[in-house]
């Protein structure tokens, strides 16, 4: 059995501040790299932050020097630390975790929360 379990997310206005959390939960699989993702109505979803399991971050350009992903990985939980929030932030943000064991790799995902940033 395999869970991803967000929180946080929620309306700020912009300057502040949210902390988005995400832990995954699995019987079978080890949690490999995990993830951020965001998406806009009519529009893709898009990478915000990924770390792997040794800790190697990559960013998206518009988050570089805001946003700040970590991981617990006794936890198995991803952390956005979310900064200087900007109107166009604003978005359902859903968390990434790619599970598996040996050489299978699996894709799963959160439900989504909803940020949003008031101008």
């Known amino acids: 059995q395999v869970q991803v379990v967000e929180s946080g997310g929620g309306l700020v206005q912009a300057g502040g501040s949210l902390r988005l959390s995400c832990a995954a939960f699995s019987t079978v699989f080890s949690v490999n790299a995990m993830g951020w993702y965001r998406q806009t109505p009519g529009n893709r979803r898009v990478s915000v932050a990924t770390?792997?399991?040794?800790?190697?971050?990559n960013y998206a350009d518009s988050v570089k020097g805001r946003f700040t992903i970590s991981r617990d990985n006794a936890k198995n939980t991803v952390y956005l630390q979310m900064n200087s929030l900007k109107p166009e932030d604003t978005a359902v943000y859903y968390c990434?975790?790619?599970?598996?064991?040996?050489?299978?790799?699996?894709?799963?995902w959160g439900q989504g929360t909803q940020v949003t940033v008031s101008s």
């Open positions: 770390i792997t399991s040794g800790g190697s971050t």
């Open positions: 990434n975790a790619l599970m598996g064991w040996g050489s299978d790799e699996y894709e799963y």
